[in-house]
């Protein structure tokens, strides 16, 4: 699988692969961000980027937030340690975590895998209002956004014990929401990003589980054109 070669779209398929999606778990959207930088890191397009992380002088911020300064919650905060901070470093992992001064990049991550229609417009809020706090207090971060939408022509959701189908009147099935959805994030949420990536995939939530890009070589396509494009920006804004 040519997906697997990056980290970010690797750990986005283990969320469904083999496993129950917990949808309410915020925790998932962080750790898939994370591996953003990671990518960024292996890629090796911007010197600059690689030799900071490599210093542990640019920290992934794992309390997503910038010491100091009142924050909502964002995904995948990176930028410049906190001098009086420890950039802990994780094994395995390229890119150390530990408290900010500064945000440089910010990623917000959704995922979209069922009832999208529903939730769209605070999926879309969520979204728009995450760049503006990324860009409080000053600095110029590059903003991120990463949505992953469903084209599966069957989901299980799970409420405790209890689980819904899909049935396609009531509980529309994923397929018959997916392009709908995109066009309005398209047209609400991505023009408040410098850079941004729908994910299509399907994945039923059903045993045993099974996951699919709808065209993996273009998500791989896209995604790498992204990790290019955000290197060449942070050598733009922070030389």
């Known amino acids: 699988m040519i997906a697997e070669k990056y980290g970010l779209l690797k750990a986005f398929r283990s969320l469904f692969e083999g496993a129950q999606y917990l949808h309410r778990d915020s925790s998932l959207g962080d750790w898939v961000a994370s591996y953003l930088y990671e990518d960024l890191y292996k890629l090796r397009k911007s010197s600059r980027l690689y030799k900071r992380i490599a210093a542990g002088v640019r920290v992934l911020n794992t309390q997503n937030r910038t010491v100091g300064i009142a924050r909502r919650r964002g995904d995948g905060t990176f930028g410049e340690l906190v001098p009086a901070g420890t950039a802990i470093r994780e094994e395995g992992l390229a890119v150390a975590r530990g408290p900010v001064a500064t945000i440089e ?125 955000v290197s060449r920006e942070y050598d733009r804004r922070f030389a």
């Open 105 to 229: 990049i910010g990623v917000e991550t959704k995922i979209l895998a069922k009832a999208m229609i529903k939730q769209i417009d605070r999926v879309v809020g969520d979204l728009v209002r995450q760049t503006e706090e990324f860009k409080r207090r000053g600095g110029n971060p590059i903003c991120i956004g990463i949505v992953g939408v469903n084209f599966s022509e069957v989901y299980t959701s799970y409420e405790g014990e209890r689980a819904f189908l899909t049935d396609g009147r009531r509980y529309k099935h994923p397929i018959q929401e997916a392009r709908e959805a995109i066009s309005r994030l398209e047209q609400r949420a991505r023009p408040s990003f410098d850079e941004s990536l729908i994910l299509k995939f399907v994945a039923t939530n059903t045993p045993p589980h099974p996951f699919s890009w709808v065209d993996e070589q273009k998500v791989v396509l896209e995604y790498s054109a992204l990790l290019t494009r």
